[in-house]
C-alpha cells in the first residue's frame, strides 16, 4: 500500500488548510487512517483517525473542535481539514493507514506510512 500526502504549505495563524491522502495498491475501504505530526525536535504525535466507513473518528485534544478528519473511499482518500490553525500546528503531516482490528492512536497501531507534507503556520 502507498501513501500520498499533499496540501502542506506555508498559512497564517487563523487561517485554513486541508490536507489529502491518497492511498494505491490495496483496498482503501478496509483501513483504518490516520493522521499523525511531526514537530521539529519533537516525537512523532497522534493527530486524527477515521474509521473504515467514517463512522467514528478520534481526535488529539490539541485539535479537537479546529481538525476534521474524513475520507472518500471511492476517491481513495482520507483528508484532514485544519481550522484556526496556530503556530504550534507547525509541523511535517504524516498519513497512515492500519489493517488492525481496533483503531489506535498509537504508532505502532498503522502498517502503512506515505511521506509528509511540510505545514508552517506564522503568527
Known amino acids: 500500500v502507498q501513501l500520498q500526502a499533499y496540501g502542506g504549505g506555508l498559512v497564517q495563524a487563523g487561517g485554513y488548510l486541508r490536507l489529502s491522502c491518497v492511498t494505491s495498491g490495496g483496498t482503501f475501504s478496509r483501513y483504518r487512517m490516520g493522521w499523525f505530526r511531526q514537530a521539529p525536535g519533537k516525537e512523532r504525535e497522534f493527530v486524527a483517525a477515521?474509521?473504515?466507513?467514517?463512522?467514528?473518528?478520534y481526535y488529539a485534544d490539541s485539535v479537537k473542535g479546529r481538525f476534521t478528519i474524513s475520507r472518500d473511499n471511492a476517491k481513495n482518500t482520507v483528508y484532514l481539514e485544519m481550522n484556526s490553525v496556530k503556530p504550534e500546528d507547525t509541523a511535517v503531516y504524516y498519513c497512515?493507514?492500519?489493517?488492525?482490528?481496533?483503531?489506535?492512536?498509537?504508532?505502532?497501531?498503522?502498517?502503512?506510512w506515505g511521506h509528509g507534507t511540510h505545514v508552517t503556520v506564522s503568527s
Open positions: 497512515a493507514a492500519s489493517s488492525r482490528i481496533l483503531i489506535s492512536i498509537d504508532r505502532s497501531g498503522y502498517d502503512y
Open positions: 477515521i474509521q473504515r466507513s467514517s463512522e467514528t473518528t
